[in-house]
């Protein structure tokens, strides 16, 4: 699709599980970025990729964040020993390198953890 | 530290009234500002963005944005609301060359037909 796409687009986990959220983004997109919203909120920074190098990291919550993004193209947003306080709207967004702020959201991975 | 503050949180009125939602940033160097929307049931999207110049931006759907450096400012306007703008509202600045956008909190728009 022409779009950027996230997967699953509902997640329920139980409080302890582990989780992967799936970024597909726009073909020739360099730059990846995913962001964590709470409801009522705006959407946080979580971190930011340019190809597979990850430059910005300083949003994850915890060490128990990961993402990566091995071949510049799909990334994944992993969640381990997942916490109440991570339910929230995970979202994935890409650019152009030359274009900034001009981000292309996916729809979110909703996380529920019970 | 950037940050993003928008005062309205839910704004209610009715067709064909005038639009204005607050945005003010905080951020001591040269900032690129943007409005995005998100309609009900959609993902985000851009509105419109200032990255320098006329500080008078236009964007999509009739919506223009003036940014005001003095004031830190970059307020989202429509002269007249149409039921189809019933969505969410973000301010968001980034700053120098960085693609990092900070958000605001949003602004909860319903127009009634």
């Known amino acids: 699709g022409a779009g950027v796409s996230q997967s699953p687009r509902y997640k329920v986990a139980k409080r302890g599980q582990d989780v992967a959220l799936r970024c597909d983004p726009i073909?020739?997109?360099?730059?990846l970025f995913w962001y964590q919203q709470a409801l009522g909120q705006g959407p946080e920074f979580l971190t930011y990729f340019q190809n597979e190098a990850q430059l910005d990291k300083s949003g994850l919550p915890s060490d128990r964040f990961f993402a990566e993004r091995p071949e510049g193209s799909v990334s994944t947003l992993k969640i381990q020993r997942t916490q109440q306080e991570d339910s929230a709207v995970y979202l994935c967004?890409?650019?152009?390198?030359?274009?900034?702020?001009?981000?292309?959201f996916g729809e979110g991975s909703r996380l529920t953890v019970l | 530290a950037q940050s993003v503050s928008q005062h309205n949180h839910h704004v209610i009125l009715s067709e064909a009234a005038s639009l204005e939602l607050g945005c003010n940033y905080s951020?001591?160097?040269?900032?690129?500002l943007f409005w995005y929307v998100q309609y009900p049931g959609q993902h985000l999207q851009l509105l419109l963005k200032y990255f320098s110049g006329d500080p008078l931006v236009k964007g999509i759907k009739g919506f223009e944005a003036e940014f005001i450096k003095s004031k830190f400012s970059f307020n989202l306007r429509k002269p007249s609301v149409q039921w189809s703008d019933t969505a969410e509202y973000f301010c968001a600045v980034s700053g120098g060359a960085t693609n990092k956008l900070i958000f605001g909190t949003g602004t909860l728009l319903a127009v009634q037909p």
């Open positions: 967004a890409s650019s152009l390198r030359w274009t900034p702020g001009e981000l292309f």
């Open positions: 073909s020739g997109h360099v730059s």
């Open positions: 951020y001591g160097g040269t900032v690129n």
